[in-house]
């Protein structure tokens, strides 16, 4: 399975986009996130035989560079 945690986006973003920014991770939930998302493209890969034109990095920085 090839899955990315909240953290692990959220240190993608820093480290991709050479941000200072320190995250605060508490491993407490979040009372105003009552949204849980498991999101897969297994399907898509088996079916279709979809494969990702670009990687979480090249991604992060296609968004950063929309707000830079």
Known sequence: KNSISNLGLSEACVRTLG???TICFTGQPDPNDSTNWEVSIAK???YLNYEPQYSIEESIRNIGCKYD
């Open 19 to 21: 941000s200072s920014t």
């Open 44 to 46: 898509a890969k088996q």
